[in-house]
C-alpha cells in the first residue's frame, strides 16, 4: 500500500520560495506508469493542480503556475518536491501531494488515488 507524506515549513513569507517534500513508501517513485502530482486547495476553494513528476522523469506543470512552480525529486531517498517561488498571501493553501495513473482522463479530469494528508502553508509577514 503506497502512502505519501508531505513535509516542510507551515509559515513561508511572501516573496520567499515555499518549498515542500513529499515522502512516499510502499512504492518506488520511479516504477509504472505513475505520477506524483502536487495539488493545493486554497480556504473555501476547489482543488487546484499545480504539476507532477512522472515515474519516468518527466515534468509537467499547471500553465498558470509554471513560471514560478519547480517539481524534482530525490530517487535515493524516494521523495519529490515542490518549490514556488515568489509566494503570496494567495498561495496560502492546504497542500498535498498524491499519485495518479493519469495526468487527465479523456474528459478532463484528474484522479488520484493515493494522498497525502496535506499540510497548511500560510504565506503571511
Known amino acids: 500500500q503506497v502512502q505519501l507524506q508531505e513535509s516542510g515549513p507551515g509559515l513561508v513569507k511572501p516573496s520567499q520560495t515555499l518549498s515542500l517534500t513529499c515522502t512516499v513508501s510502499?512504492?518506488?517513485?520511479?516504477?509504472?506508469?505513475?505520477?506524483w502530482n502536487w495539488i493545493r486547495q486554497p480556504p473555501g476553494k476547489g482543488l487546484e493542480w499545480m504539476g507532477a513528476m512522472q515515474a519516468i522523469g518527466g515534468v509537467y506543470y499547471s500553465p498558470s503556475l509554471k513560471c514560478r512552480t519547480s517539481i524534482s525529486r530525490d530517487t535515493s531517498k524516494n521523495q519529490f518536491t515542490l518549490q514556488l517561488s515568489s509566494v503570496t498571501p494567495e498561495d496560502t493553501a492546504i497542500y498535498y501531494c498524491?499519485?495518479?495513473?493519469?495526468?487527465?482522463?479523456?474528459?478532463?479530469?484528474?484522479?488520484?488515488?493515493?494522498w497525502g494528508q496535506g499540510t497548511q502553508v500560510t504565506v503571511s509577514s
Open positions: 498524491a499519485r495518479s495513473s493519469l495526468l487527465k482522463t479523456t474528459s478532463g479530469i484528474r484522479e488520484y488515488g493515493d
Open positions: 510502499g512504492g518506488s517513485i520511479t516504477s509504472g506508469y505513475a505520477y
